[in-house]
């Protein structure tokens, strides 16, 4: 069997192609079932304000607890949710989840400067017409502050986008903070920071990941910094796991980093008990 491409080129199908096709088809299907039968969890991964340590934000994290395979990371399931739409309904529960644990560890702190949540946000959700309803939805139902979350966009799904920019405007308007996601690595387009209503650039992990004084990823890194800081967005350094990137990047001009060096994503009782740690030493 062959399958037609382009302008008169033929591709043949081969097995290979079908297996995949066929893993996908029986992925879909156990996707289904694990939003039916709620077989997600969230992990948290701490934010770090560089200058001190202070622990800030954290960054929820999907995981899928697959009844046979275990743990699964999203990036072998949130790609194909994003093709099929299935993230919307994901995402909606991931918001509520965050926004429930958000308001119990702003409970369990009482008077501490509330910990800020990171809530990742795919392109296919930023164009969902419900998706501003269901963030203020979970905020009212759990008595969340908007100043209290901050949803993450990448580049690539707000690109070029009208209907994502409407939605991260009026996001913007609840009080919510959004940060530019893996900044840096898609075609990125510059002219996206002129519109677009984030207040924050993460730096990714890419740049971070073999940064020196000298080479490139320095340059880039410095370039960053200085233009969050010039349109008075907040920088954050993902994926640190030294001392000399961290301090590298604190003298780059970095508010913030997140990475192993400090911890990987955590079950919650985790973050409460760092929490609890970082609020009786500072
Ligand atoms: P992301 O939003 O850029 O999240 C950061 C990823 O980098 C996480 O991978 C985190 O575990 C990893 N990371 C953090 N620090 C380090 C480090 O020091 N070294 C290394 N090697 N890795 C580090 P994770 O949890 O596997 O998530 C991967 C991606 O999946 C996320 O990238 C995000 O794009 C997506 N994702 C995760 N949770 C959700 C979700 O709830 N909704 C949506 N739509 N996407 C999600
Ligand atoms: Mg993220
Ligand atoms: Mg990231
Ligand atoms: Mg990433």
Request: cysteine-free; overall charge neutral.
């Given at each position: 069997e062959a399958k037609r491409r382009g302008k008169g080129m033929w591709v043949a199908y081969t097995d290979e192609m079908g297996a995949r096709i066929s893993a996908e088809a029986v992925l879909i299907r156990e996707l289904d079932q694990a939003i039916e039968e709620n077989q997600f969890t969230l992990v948290y991964q701490p934010i770090v304000r560089l200058s001190d340590g202070t622990l800030t934000a954290v960054e929820s994290l999907i995981r899928w607890n697959h009844p046979v395979r275990g743990l699964v990371p999203p990036t072998e399931f949130i790609p194909v949710a994003e093709r099929t739409g299935q993230i919307v309904a994901i995402g909606r529960w991931v918001l509520r989840e965050a926004c429930r644990q958000a308001a119990e560890w702003s409970r369990v702190f009482p008077g501490a400067v509330p910990l800020s949540v990171g809530v990742n946000v795919a392109g296919p959700q930023l164009r969902d017409a419900n998706l501003v309803a269901d963030v203020s939805a979970a905020l009212a139902e759990f008595g969340?502050?908007?100043?209290?979350l901050t949803i993450e966009v990448t580049e690539t799904a707000v690109l070029d986008d009208e209907q994502s920019h409407a939605t991260m405007v009026a996001l913007r308007a609840l009080g919510l903070k959004l940060a530019l996601d893996d900044f840096g690595t898609a075609a990125s387009s510059l002219g996206l920071l002129l519109t677009c209503p984030v207040t924050s650039l993460k730096l990714d992990r890419s740049f971070v990941e073999s940064i020196t004084t000298v080479g490139r990823q320095a340059a880039v890194a410095t370039a960053v910094s200085q233009m969050a800081a010039a349109l008075e967005f907040s920088s954050v350094a993902e994926g640190i796991e030294t001392e000399e990137q961290r301090d590298l990047l604190c003298r780059l001009g970095y508010e913030y980093g997140q990475g192993y060096l400090w911890s990987r994503p955590v079950p919650p009782d985790r973050i409460t008990e760092l929490r609890a740690r970082d609020l009786v030493s500072g």
């Open positions: 969340l502050p908007a100043a209290g």
